[in-house]
């Protein structure tokens, strides 16, 4: 069983930065994709970036610059470096695995940007 656990998010002022991280646990296999998705509150969620297992990336135009994911294989973790946050960057973050075509979800991490 493919299990996902996010951790990091908080209250940020604008401007600041978070770390959030993403491990996984249970087998997955290569090559898979990881990625960050985030819903704000009566909008619908969508992808804030995804990185494959050979470190290809791709990230959505609103957070280009400011945003970097990366993994370690190793440990079956997907991190998000967010800086210059804005908040417009306020919501729900969530870590998603794609593992032999089955998608699995965290249960996601708060962050939330005041002005």
């Known amino acids: 069983q493919v299990q996902l656990v996010e951790s990091g998010g908080g209250l940020v002022q604008a401007g600041g930065s978070l770390r959030l991280s993403c491990a996984v646990s249970?087998?997955?296999?290569?090559?898979?994709?990881m990625s960050w998705y985030r819903q704000a509150p009566g909008k619908q969620r969508e992808l804030v970036a995804v990185?494959?297992?050979?470190?290809?990336?791709n990230y959505a135009d609103s957070v280009k610059g400011r945003f970097a994911i990366s993994r370690d294989n190793a440990k079956n973790s997907v991190y998000l470096q967010m800086n210059s946050l804005k908040p417009e960057d306020t919501a729900t973050y969530y870590c998603?695995?794609?593992?032999?075509?089955?998608?699995?979800w965290g249960q996601g991490t708060q962050v939330a940007v005041s002005s």
């Open positions: 998603k695995v794609v593992n032999l075509g089955a998608h699995y």
């Open positions: 249970g087998t997955i296999f290569s090559p898979n994709a």
């Open positions: 990185i494959t297992s050979g470190g290809s990336t």
